[in-house]
């Protein structure tokens, strides 16, 4: 990334897996893959699992990334770096359209109990969403 990129663009590599985390927290790791009995999730499961609460998770070189869910809106904080758009369950991913970040996608979303993993969309790195 050049120094000449903006912070809404360096936020949106974040999200998307194409740079490490501008926060080195502690919270939970990545993991590699899916676990095996994780189960694709219903959008309404989603809808009701992830509104009105909030995550983090970290990434794969260490930062932590805090998501906080209404029911049409997410706010996401990085560090020193935030932004909202609306989210969305569709089929058995989420998909959010950032307000400020320039790249906005769809992640694939499964669950195992009350846990929800989900595919960063650059990385294919599946990390765990845990609540706060």
């Avoid at 999200?15 to 939970?28: H, I, T």
């Avoid at 989420?94 to 694939?108: H, K």
Wanted: hydrophobic content about 40%; proline content about 8%.
């Amino acid at each position: 990334m050049s120094h000449t990129q903006s912070v809404p663009t360096l936020l949106a590599a974040l999200c998307l897996g194409l740079m490490p985390s501008l926060s080195g927290a502690q919270s939970a790791a990545p993991v590699p893959a899916f676990p095996p009995d994780a189960q694709p999730v219903a959008p309404e499961v989603l809808k009701e699992r992830l509104t009105g609460k909030s995550f983090f998770y970290r990434t794969a070189s260490g930062g932590e990334v805090r998501l906080q869910f209404k029911s049409d809106f997410v706010y996401v904080n990085a560090g020193p770096t935030n932004d909202s758009g609306r989210w969305r369950a569709e089929g058995s991913q989420m998909c959010i359209e950032w307000n400020r970040i320039p790249n906005s996608g769809c992640s694939e979303a499964r669950m195992l109990g009350n846990t929800v993993y989900l595919t960063r969309v650059a990385t294919a790195e599946v990390i765990q969403l845990e609540e706060r």
